[in-house]
């Protein structure tokens, strides 16, 4: 008879030689990329550049698929659930943690295998050119002014959030939050005048910019190499320093063989001079990290934001 333990040993070793064979046959169908906002949103942008190289390098035999979805939570939800086998991932920011840290997850960044980082994107605020608020020191005033009357268009728990609450409170003045989506979507709410101003990526401000919004200040110490003459929250006064960095996931439990895979293609495609000359048109500045610095980078982000939860809406 065979015994309970020759069994198991026997699927120990199955499992042992399917996990190469798994990895040398990737990818068997077309890899899809689940991109938690709209086309033209930032993140978007920096996803569709970087596959476009990494399908010129020829890096796989099957095609990229990219999935556009605003919802984060159903975003994350759906590569968490994939199966870990590469050809479901996920491109995220800093809104991965924020969506935990306020409940809208129960679960974060430690649900996923970290692929790699391609870039790092400078917040612009944004507000309607005929409004009131020619510059940030205006809102500011208003702000402080009328607490908690003064709207901001807003992805709630996401990066933009977490980036307008950390100006806030630096800057010692309560917004009205309005839930309005990506940025395309908060761009649009500012235009049209359902709200005061926002927090957007100079991707997502390319599309707007002269047609009834501008940019009035940089979060940050550095300017813009897009917009030169608009000055930063640290010539302000103000200490306010956050950045979105693009991050690349993978399902929990993906083979380490197809995660080297993926991660290295991103990373052959981030040495492209052309591909970075194309970041630093959008305002990307193409700053690499593989899976292990990637995951370093990812945990400590994470550190930062789940205390936040309270005052983020949690």
Partial sequence: MTSIRSIVSVFAVALALA????????PSKPIQVVVP???GSATDTVARLVLKKIEEQGAFSRPFVVI??????????????????GHELLVYHLGLPGLKAVGRLPFGVEAFE????????????VAATEGPYKDLRSLIAAAKAKPGEITEANSIGGAVHIAALSLANDAGFKARVVNVGDGPKRLASVLGGHTG?????????????GKGVQAIAVVGADRSRLWPDVPTTKELGLATDISVDTWWFAPKGTPADIVKRLSDAIGKAM????LKEALAKQGVDAVHLDAGRAKARV????????????????
């Fill in 68 to 85: 556009n979805n605003s919802a984060g939570p159903v975003a994350a939800t759906r590569v968490k659930e994939a199966a870990p086998d």
């Fill in 37 to 39: 906002a709209g086309p």
């Fill in 197 to 209: 101003y926002t927090f957007v990526s100079p991707q997502e401000y390319l599309g707007f910019q």
């Fill in 114 to 125: 970290p692929l790699g980082q391609t870039g790092s994107t400078r917040f612009l605020v």
């Fill in 271 to 274: 040495t492209d001079d052309a």
């Fill in 19 to 26: 996990a190469p064979a798994a990895a040398q046959n990737f």
């Fill in 299 to 314: 945990e400590q982000i994470d550190r930062i934001v789940q205390p936040l939860g309270p005052a983020l809406g949690g």
